[in-house]
């Protein structure tokens, strides 16, 4: 049970997965009244990493005031202790929401989370959520992957692909909408290399440039880096249309 009363805060990349559950937690009529970004300067455990600089643009598209927490490198690169290395990411988001509590006349109800199957993840946004007395809105968790990518393509959600790494994704992924023929190839890659049809292997990651809880489509333009094996879009501009 969620609390429906009450600051809602939406734990937000710019990505599908966050930017699902942002909407889906409108849908349902929770007050959210901040997005939360965290910006990792390097790799990261625990966040979402490739294009967070425009979720300045998704929050203003949206009408929702955001907040960025701009962390020290985590050096995950190095991290020998899993655990602990997710636990200290965690610590500049907590202390983000721990102000935001305390600036909320009625304090923070709860967080929206865009985890699917991360049990690693979900778990330490939960273990956060009870510390902070606050409680934890994820629509997305242990949904079917393909009935969940329908869903947000039926609700009219423009999701590119902004950076991939699987055997079976090539170049030409890269800044390529993820459509209904986009899905059904990625069902042939889960068949044959086991690529996971929303990414949640770190296969590919994405960006939100359009959906109904948007004002205004992110348009981009870009050029693409690729080493044969992985690459990403680097963005040159990026706009509200």
């Not at 599908?16 to 455990?45: I, M």
């Not at 359009?210 to 990403?232: F, V």
């Amino acid at each position: 049970m969620t609390d429906d009363s009450g600051a809602w805060v939406s734990l937000f990349s710019g990505g599908k997965d966050s930017s699902w559950a942002l909407y889906r937690a409108l849908q349902e009529g929770l007050d959210v009244r901040r997005l939360v970004t965290v910006h990792p300067e390097g790799d990261s455990y625990m966040y979402h990493v490739p294009a967070t600089s425009l979720a300045t643009l998704a929050a203003e598209s949206v009408g929702v005031d955001l907040v960025e927490v701009e962390p020290d490198d985590f050096e995950a690169a190095e991290a020998t202790d899993s655990g602990a290395q997710g636990d200290a990411e965690l610590e500049p988001l907590e202390a983000a929401l721990r102000d935001l509590d305390g600036e909320f006349p009625d304090g923070l109800a709860g967080v929206t989370a865009g985890a699917v199957e991360s049990e690693y993840q979900t778990s330490r946004i939960e273990a956060m959520a009870d510390r902070l007395g606050a409680d934890v809105f994820a629509p997305l968790w242990q949904e079917d992957p393909r009935e969940l990518a329908e869903a947000m393509l039926d609700a009219g959600f423009e999701i590119r692909i902004i950076r991939a790494a699987a055997y079976g994704l090539d170049e030409s992924w890269l800044g390529r909408t993820l459509d209904a023929e986009a899905l059904a190839e990625l069902e042939e890659l889960n068949e044959e290399y086991g690529v996971h049809i929303l990414g949640e292997g770190g296969e590919f990651e994405t960006l939100v440039t359009d959906g109904p809880h948007m004002e205004r489509p992110i348009e981009l333009d870009y050029e693409t880096e690729w080493d044969g094996n992985r690459g990403q879009i680097v963005i040159e501009d990026a706009r509200l249309g």
